[in-house]
Nanobody
């Protein structure tokens, strides 16, 4: 399993970013996917999830209404569209998939910094 995140950067409050997670080494379209984040000095926090077919999503209260989590199963890619970014969204963002036979698999993360 390989997950590679991209799209992070430094933006001002109120800006938008679109993260991507390129997946390989497993049948991407058969598994739910999630985004997590980890802010400096804090534990890893669940952000959002999408089911295997892409028809059902859920997200943490802190991002609901600002973040969406589409996926493209034809391209084995997960996205996270982040709008109205706030300084408290600053973190390293990770995509994750869980398989019962292997447990969770993570990417290396992409840094998002929201600062004026």
């Amino acid at each position: 399993v390989q997950l590679v995140e991209s799209g992070g950067g430094l933006v001002q409050p109120g800006a938008s970013l679109r993260l991507s997670c390129a997946a390989s080494g497993f049948t991407f379209g058969a598994y739910a996917m999630s985004w997590f984040r980890q802010a400096p000095g804090k534990g890893r926090e669940w952000v959002a999830a999408i089911n295997s077919g892409g028809g059902s999503t859920n997200s943490a209260d802190s991002v609901r209404g600002r973040f969406t989590t589409p996926r493209d199963n034809a391209k084995n890619t997960l996205h996270q569209q982040m709008n109205s970014l706030r300084p408290e969204d600053t973190a390293v963002y990770y995509c994750e998939t869980y398989r019962a036979s292997c447990g969770p698999a993570w990417g290396q993360g992409t840094q998002v910094t929201v600062s004026s």
